[in-house]
């Protein structure tokens, strides 16, 4: 077999047998050959394309295990007002924003996304009054940064059909007054839901595939390959084909439902191909730090920034379920062959589900055998959580990122330096032998995993500080958990994650090799171009 289009420079393959080579071949969207130069030549037809990258690095396409291309796409796509941090730094920007919209909109009602007070100092509390104020007569919701909150006048209130008598969702919670009364905060997805409807009506199969094609080009220019969807909905299932079969979707997705109260999905697990494939589902243990509903045995300092957030001094919150709601879910979903990932930012949440899942498991498949359990974020998970975890077979995907954006929060607004030193412990999880992966989460900060990298790298916070410097990975490990372990967490290690032959030839190419480029450097190497089987899909043509 002669190859379609062989690739000779500095190629990092990720894969043990074989680190690094010279050249591969590619041949009907697959790696058919890596080796020397000499090696791969006889392979070179008289149509084969030859790609030189010179000085240039190529690595397997980058994946982010845990983010939401779906919802990365609905908030850049403008039926979200766009507010987040990374996007509008100050509390002027925000609420100028805000109040534009609201006039822009008129009666069809205003939602923006990415309110984070902590970092956008000077943002006024939110409260149902303040928000009835800015738009007395439409609907206007504003979620927070983290996708944990969600904050919302008295004219959204009744369009939802939400009142005092409204019961909790579960995993969710509608904040109300001591008289009942609904304070205008609705907590976790299940309850912030309730207020978004509006939004999923709104949206057409053009509109959507205009948008998931517009969030397959970004994906690919950050690098990845292959990103998933960790709070998919059925009712996205259409939009999600429709925008396949005019050819919009240039990244491979990995499907995770949020789970339900019916405890079960309309598909099989595994339903879908190598492209698109649903394969999980989410659950949500706890909350966001940045909103006061992490679960964990440490408090909440009192501080002014907790202050302005309502946190009372020494706040513990509690996890989303009890032990036996947790297994109960657990257990319906698991027991019919679905991947389980679970959120658990605090170390409460985390005991939580090392609890029910430790139920779960027993007399069950050995670790290793089930379906690969995840544990999302896991910040402020503890050492002998970890140990704990990797011997049930558990694997967890982190957020380093969270050093850079939020350092100086963590160690001086909500927690103390203590907590941020061992905040995103990534070092601590491989120590226990587990796999894990990094993540950006976004949309809550940008898709950026040679961002991740070097903070995982470096533990650098944006204001300069390092915190944790015990925590820090090598650059090996780090592209690792953005490669070949994230591909094995994704359970698609066999098609993807490393430049091996049999697997898709998705790739990436950097301006210089990672493994040669100072850590504190590596954010600011140049994607020169990306493939997804074999297909360029970002880049100057090669």
């Not at 100028?96 to 008129?106: T, V």
């Not at 595994?270 to 679960?295: C, E, F, H, M, Y």
């Not at 020494?314 to 009890?322: I, L």
């Amino acid at each position: 077999m002669k190859a379609e289009t062989i690739i000779r420079g500095n190629l990092l393959t990720m894969d043990p047998a074989t680190p690094q080579v010279e050249a591969l071949a590619i041949s009907n969207g697959r790696i058919i050959a890596v080796g020397t130069s000499t090696e791969i030549t006889p392979l070179q037809g008289p149509k084969t394309h030859l790609i030189n990258t010179g000085t240039s690095c190529v690595i397997p396409g980058l994946i982010e295990a845990h983010g939401h291309f779906l919802g990365d796409a609905t908030v850049q796509a403008g039926a979200l007002v766009d507010i987040r941090p990374a996007i509008t730094p100050t509390a002027a920007e925000v609420l100028a924003k805000i109040r534009q919209a609201i006039i822009d909109n008129g009666l069809t009602g205003t939602y923006c996304n990415g309110w984070d007070a902590l970092i956008q100092k000077g943002l006024p509390e939110p409260t149902r009054p303040w928000l009835d104020d800015l738009a007395p007569h439409t609907p206007l919701v504003i979620l927070h940064n983290s996708g944990h909150s969600a904050y919302f006048n008295t004219t959204a209130m009744c369009q939802a059909g939400l009142s005092r008598d409204t019961p909790d969702p579960p995993g969710g919670r509608l904040l109300r007054h001591p008289n009942g009364d609904l304070t205008g905060v609705a907590l976790e997805p299940s309850a912030i839901a309730l207020l978004t409807a509006p939004l999923r009506t709104a949206i057409t199969p053009e509109s959507a595939t205009a948008a998931l094609a517009a969030q397959s080009a970004r994906v690919n220019a950050q690098g990845v390959t292959t990103m998933s969807e960790m709070a998919f909905t059925p009712t996205s299932r259409p939009l999600l084909a429709h925008a396949r079969k005019t050819g919009a979707i240039t990244t491979r997705l990995r499907l995770y439902e949020v789970s339900n109260p019916t405890l079960t999905s309309d598909v099989a697990p595994n339903t879908g191909d190598d492209l698109i494939r649903q394969i999980g589902v989410k659950i949500w243990a706890d909350g966001s730090p940045w909103t006061g509903n992490l679960a964990a045995t440490f408090p909440y300092l009192d501080t002014p920034a907790t202050q302005s957030l309502g946190i009372p001094p020494g706040h513990r919150d509690t996890p989303n379920y009890t032990h036996q709601e947790l297994l109960d879910l657990s257990r319906a979903y698991f027991t019919a062959g679905w991947q389980l990932a679970c959120h658990a930012n605090g170390d409460e949440a985390a005991e939580l589900v090392l609890s029910a899942w430790s139920a779960m498991l027993k007399n069950q498949l050995p670790p290793g055998r089930h379906p690969r359990l995840r544990m999302e974020h896991v910040s402020a998970m503890r050492p002998e959580q970890f140990t704990r975890a990797h011997a049930l077979g558990i694997t967890c995907s982190l957020f380093p990122d969270h050093i850079y954006y939020w350092g100086e929060v963590i160690a001086n607004d909500l927690f103390g330096p203590e907590i941020a030193a061992r905040w995103s412990p990534v070092a601590t999880a491989l120590q226990t032998g587990m796999r894990v992966s990094l993540h950006n989460d976004s949309p809550v900060t940008p898709l950026a995993p040679l961002h991740n990298i070097s903070v995982a790298a470096t533990r650098l916070s944006r204001a300069g500080n390092h915190y944790g410097p015990s925590e820090r990975l090598s650059v090996t490990q780090a592209l690792k958990a953005q490669t070949i372990d994230a591909a094995w967490q994704l359970q698609a290690e066999d098609i993807i994650g490393s430049l091996t032959p049999g697997k898709y030839a998705d790739l990436t190419i950097l301006s210089a090799n990672p493994l040669e480029t100072p850590p504190e450097e590596i954010a600011a190497l140049k994607i020169e171009a990306t493939f997804l089987s074999g297909h360029q899909v970002h880049g100057q043509p090669l």
